[in-house]
């Protein structure tokens, strides 16, 4: 069972803001829409109660000059103009005196309302003839003595009129709750750009970089976690320096007495005769390998990331390495029958120089022990035209089949048919200091298709 990953900050800063902001552009939104909704409706409401004004004027002015039985027609004319006017909704009235005699209009119309008390306007919404309407009753007192008017009209103005206020309030808001999320997003982004840098910068370190985050250009929220982190290199620097000279100390210790009994064996072995003497030849080269492998071991563990983190890069010349190199490997190569050559040519890299004394000393150490009696190897530096510096090492043994060029830079792997007496340590530790001076190692195929020549090519950065 695995867990879900923690949600990211941004993610809930976003959420925090997003879900509150929300919440209050949607109320506010419905607190918009009611206000003009009620507005809409009073505004219709006034409209509706001036009609019914309108009637019970018209009914103050030809009340003098008509019978009762006329006042219903002219009333009617009345609302038939209002309603020509509008030509949207369809109006109904009535006009019943206090006797509860129908002066005009439609006596049902009577029951959609209560009758008003006092003075004051009574509305009501209920149907009329299939149709939704708005009904109000006004209490008047005409020359023919208290009258209540009542009138009824269809909502469709009202409807669409709710429609338009919806439409208007709904839009203005949706683009503002639209832009105020953006808003928060992009603030949330820039608020969070600091951190995002940090951890691009931390992301975006090498292995070997343990050196201290600068403090300055970040907000005060973040230098705690900085200050940590650059505590925590501290530690880290100290540790890899501390192992450093422990290896160190330990590579001494250790080849020092390990040559001294190799010597000790070979002046036995020219005391003894016979048996005990090929015994001898076999135990001091057993010695031998051990001290090369031990020696190997310790220099592939100086170079890793940690170790070579603490020792800073110096400039390093190539053609004083490869003769440092000559002096060394030349007995070696006169015992083996081998001729090795130099041909050196001006070129400087940055880096450490007891790390690629080790890389070229592996190289030549493996050419020697692939070659065969009167065979040649070749040592060569130089520089390239882009500035970059290389180094190679060219042998006529018998290579390495182009499918295990890969392999070969594995820990203690030695291709078959390799030459005995070999750990499978020295290509893993050239590559190891070329990844640490990110250089690239190259295997090619040696002069006329013979041998193996390892071209190790340093950046121009370096």
């Not at 023919?144 to 338009?164: M, N, W």
């Not at 882009?386 to 006529?396: N, T």
Request: glycine share 8%.
């Amino acid at each position: 069972m695995t867990l879900a990953d923690p949600p990211s900050l941004r993610g809930r800063l976003l959420r925090l803001l997003w879900w509150p902001l929300l919440a209050v552009l949607l109320l506010s939104a419905v607190y918009d829409y009611n206000q003009w909704a009620d507005r809409a409706r009073s505004n219709q409401d006034l409209a509706l109660s001036r009609i019914a004004i309108a009637l019970a004027t018209r009914l103050d002015v030809d009340a003098d000059d008509a019978h009762d039985d006329d006042v219903g027609p002219h009333l009617a004319r009345t609302v038939q103009a209002m309603q020509q006017a509008d030509g949207r909704d369809r109006l109904f009235f009535a006009v019943q005196d206090a006797k509860g005699n129908l002066l005009g209009g439609d006596a049902r119309l009577m029951t959609l309302i209560a009758p008003p008390l006092g003075d004051w306007a009574v509305f009501a919404d209920t149907r009329w003839q299939g149709s939704d309407v708005r009904v109000v009753a006004l209490p008047h007192r005409s020359p023919l003595g208290p009258v209540t008017v009542v009138v009824a009209e269809t909502t469709e103005r009202r409807v669409g009129q709710i429609h338009h206020v919806l439409v208007d309030t709904v839009v203005p808001n949706l683009v503002l709750l639209l832009l105020a999320l953006g808003l928060v997003w992009l603030g949330v982004n820039f608020a969070l750009a600091p951190l995002d840098r940090l951890s691009e910068q931390v992301e975006h370190r090498s292995q070997e970089d343990l050196g201290q985050i600068p403090e300055s250009p970040l907000p005060s929220e973040l230098k705690p976690l900085v200050v940590a982190l650059n505590r925590l290199m501290a530690h880290l620097r100290a540790s890899a320096q501390v192992q450093q000279a422990f290896l160190s100390n330990a590579a001494h210790q250790l080849r020092t007495p390990l040559a001294g009994v190799v010597n000790q064996i070979e002046l036995v072995s020219r005391e003894v005769d016979g048996e005990p003497r090929d015994r001898l030849a076999g135990v001091q080269e057993a010695l031998q390998r051990m001290t090369r492998s031990t020696h190997q071991m310790l220099a592939l563990a100086r170079s890793g990331p940690q170790a070579a983190a603490a020792e800073a890069a110096a400039p390093v010349d190539l053609a004083e390495l490869l003769e440092d190199a000559a002096s060394q490997w030349l007995d070696t190569a006169l015992a083996a029958e081998v001729d090795l050559g130099f041909e050196s040519q001006p070129a400087a890299v940055r880096g450490s120089a007891w790390m690629l004394h080790e890389l070229l000393g592996n190289l030549i150490h493996n050419a020697l022990r692939h070659s065969p009696p009167g065979g040649r190897v070749t040592v060569r530096c130089g520089s390239d035209a882009s500035g970059g510096a290389w180094l190679e090492v060219e042998d006529e043994g018998p290579g390495i089949p182009p499918a295990l060029r890969d392999k070969v830079f594995d820990r203690f792997f030695q291709a078959p048919g390799a030459a005995p007496g070999g750990s499978g340590l020295g290509l893993a530790i050239v590559r190891e200091v070329a990844e640490r001076h990110q250089a690239q190692v190259r295997l090619l195929d040696g002069a006329e298709g013979r041998g193996l020549r390892v071209r190790v090519e340093f950046p121009a950065a370096l």
